[in-house]
């Protein structure tokens, strides 16, 4: 099986967290399957929303909680957390064939495939959550919604 390095747990690790937004405190019309792009830091993050297609939308609304005291589904990868009055459960806005790397102002975005420690998306599974479908790439799997994206080392050599 081949490894995927560093950069995808880096990657990840960016993105997760909890995060306050003034434009998400209110509720702000926000759904599921709304993407945005988060950037900033985080103790100052800023929310601006893109529609899905846009190369700067980094992340998707998974989940909408009602409540400050609901969680984020479990038995996945971690999601990132941004709450106000109510939290919004996000994930990455990856798509199939495009690699994805560090970014200082906005955690992750869209790199090309020869940047050092970059991860590609080989595959993007909607509505499955199968370990097993990735075969050598590691999948990254996001119960809810359903969601498997399978990864590998995009400057890897060819």
């Known amino acids: 099986m081949k490894k995927v390095g560093l950069g995808i747990g880096v990657v990840f690790l960016v ?7 003034d434009q998400v405190r209110s509720g702000g019309g926000v759904q599921v399957g709304d993407c945005a792009r988060i950037s900033g830091t985080q103790d100052n993050p800023t ?11 980094n992340v998707k609304v ?16 971690a999601y990132s957390v941004y709450t106000g009055s ?20 906005a955690g992750i975005a869209l790199v090309a495939c020869t940047t050092k420690d970059s991860v590609k998306v080989v595959k993007v599974l909607t509505g499955k959550t199968d370990r097993t479908a990735c075969g050598d790439a590691r999948p990254a799997v996001f119960p809810e919604p359903a969601t498997t994206f399978c990864l590998e ?6």
Do not use: H, I
Not at 15 to 21: A, E, N, S
């Open 86 to 105: 109510v939290s919004y459960c996000l994930m990455p806005n990856f798509r199939e064939g495009a690699c994805y790397g560090q970014d200082q102002e």
């Open 47 to 57: 929310y601006q929303a893109l529609g899905c297609d846009e190369g700067a939308a």
């Open 153 to 158: 080392r995009g400057d890897k050599q060819q």
């Open 15 to 21: 993105v997760g967290g909890v995060l306050v937004l």
């Open 62 to 77: 998974a989940k909408v909680l009602a409540r400050n005291e609901d969680r984020c589904p479990t038995g996945g990868m």
